[in-house]
């Protein structure tokens, strides 16, 4: 059973950084995609990025790429989301999630997520 926790969240100033983190547990071989996803409040899910194994091809959401980037530490199993320049309408929970067995047609669709972390909030306010 795969498990994943996030964190790294909390409260930043506009134009600031964070750097959340996704950490796993259980099944870490094999080939999959680590995405994440957030949600404001009141909207629906967005996909921000994803990291594909094992290849480790990188996959962004549109205008993000350029603010946000991913990383990984094998060792540590875990997946890491540098978030830069970071503006008020960032704010949302964050959401990281696994995909096994993925296509590139799949990456960015929620739906073909089979685990998911808890969420950390992001809140972006001076």
């Known amino acids: 059973q795969v498990q994943l926790v996030e964190s790294g969240g909390g409260l930043v100033q506009p134009g600031g950084s964070l750097r959340l983190s996704c950490t796993a547990s259980?099944?870490?071989?094999?080939?999959?995609?680590v995405g994440w996803f957030r949600q404001a409040p009141g909207k629906d899910y967005e996909f921000v990025a994803a990291?594909?194994?094992?290849?480790?091809?990188?996959y962004y959401g549109d205008s993000l790429k350029g603010r946000f980037s991913l990383s990984r530490d094998n060792a540590k199993n875990t997946v890491y989301l540098q978030m830069n320049s970071l503006k008020p309408e960032d704010t949302a929970v964050y959401y990281c999630?696994?995909?096994?067995?993925?296509?590139?047609?799949?990456?960015?669709?929620?739906?073909?997520?089979?685990?998911w972390g808890q969420g950390t909030q992001v809140t972006v306010s001076s």
């Open positions: 999630a696994r995909l096994p067995n993925p296509i590139t047609s799949t990456i960015r669709d929620r739906a073909r997520y089979a685990y």
């Open positions: 259980g099944g870490t071989g094999g080939s999959y995609a």
């Open positions: 990291l594909r194994r094992p290849n480790g091809a990188t």
